[in-house]
């Protein structure tokens, strides 16, 4: 080998590893500021979870310079010296030869199996201490415990004001979890169909949401915010686009909003572009999504299957299946929107219902100061399995309503922004 080749392979060898250091900074960097962040927590069971994965991250870190440096240091150890020539150039070995081989040394052998071995149980007692804490975290409040229901391709959350959950709830939202600011708030998370996973990894780590079964988890923020989640379990053609949002206020603002969430809607007046959109809606959505106060029987002739303006939508909540959801796969249901103005978010939490929905604007006044998404609204209404994947003819995520002109869109519109 020549010595330009050789001062190649240590060019080399040296951008490998610079290269790696670069990607490590870079990723710390990054993650930092991402909306998925497990090192920036905002909540105290986030905080211990990075307080659990900082130092393993070193550990990882060092044990990884450690193997590289001396993969690095075997192969300038046992390189091949000379040639046969003795010109002094690094030499080769023919197909049919072999290096002098070394088999066994047990004291590297048992060091390399004890070290790796006392490490991991080392990480090990330390996870299991902050896992058995994470388990052990108790809701501060006991009247504030919010059913989470994963469905496809969407949460919903069912707010008990009493701590009964098996009792209709309060009232329901759907997309993004508000808490008070400083309330370990208690969570029963469910699934209608299938096997889904809740996190929101700047408050809390994850839990899966099972069919058949309920899982308790506690989630809390220390400070106002909005902080993105997802879905982390495969759950079919829009699991990528099942997202949620928790929004933490003040407790005062929380309270307002919790006041307002339990307030019926209002039916528009009828000549008015709402009213109009009203009419459109009542016959084209009105049989999946729950406006309370508006899409009751009363408001569609006094039929009482015209449309599930009651709590039965959301489970059974008297007799021999308190509490259940729903024994088939398909949930037939659909998020209710009677405060859909006041979120930030809609579509599973894909898109942004305001434009300018950041930290500039208070959340309680988004609905009067915010810019509503007109166009990405429209494009939802009028073909929702275009910009997100679904299965509606199987009940899995919204149908398309590609029969309506843009009238009847620009009406339905109208009609949702009263829905504050």
Known sequence: ???????????????????????????????????????????????????????????????????????????????????????????????????????????????????????????????????????????????????????????????????????????????????????????????????????????????????????????????PGRFRGQCTEFCGLSHGYMKMVAVALPRAEFAQWRDNQITPADMPEEGTQAGEGWATFSQQCANCHVINGVTSAANRGGDPESAPDTWDIYGEFNGPHAGTYTDELVAGAAPNLTHLMTRTTFAGSAFDLYLDAGDDIPYLVLSDKGTLNRGELEAWIFNAPERKPADADDLRGMPARTGLSPDDIDNVVAFLSTLD
């Open 1 to 223: 080998m020549s010595k330009r080749a050789r001062g190649l392979v240590w060019l080399s060898s040296l951008l490998v590893i610079f290269g790696a250091i670069a990607l490590i900074v870079v990723a710390i960097v990054v993650d930092k500021d991402h909306p998925l962040s497990t090192l920036s927590p905002v909540g105290r069971q986030g905080r211990d979870i990075a307080e659990l994965i900082n130092p393993i991250f070193i550990v990882a870190g060092v044990v990884f310079f450690l193997v590289q440096g001396a993969v690095l240091a075997l192969w300038w150890r046992f390189r091949v010296a000379g040639s046969d020539s003795g010109d002094g150039e690094f030499g080769y070995y023919e197909d049919d030869e072999f290096p002098d081989q070394t088999h066994g040394n047990n004291r590297l052998e048992i060091a390399w199996t004890i070290v790796p071995t006392v490490l991991l149980a080392v990480i090990s007692v330390f996870t299991l201490v902050a896992l058995f804490a994470l388990d052990d975290v108790k809701a501060s409040d006991e009247d504030l415990v919010v059913t989470v229901i994963g469905q496809q391709w969407w949460w919903e959350y069912q707010y008990h004001l009493d701590g009964d959950t098996d009792t209709a709830p309060d009232f329901v939202t759907a997309n993004e979890l508000v808490i008070p600011v400083g309330v370990d708030v208690a969570l029963d998370i469910k699934s209608r169909d299938v096997i889904h996973s809740f996190w929101i990894p700047k408050l809390n780590g994850k839990r899966d949401a099972v069919p058949g079964r309920s899982h308790d988890w506690v989630i809390q923020a220390e400070e």
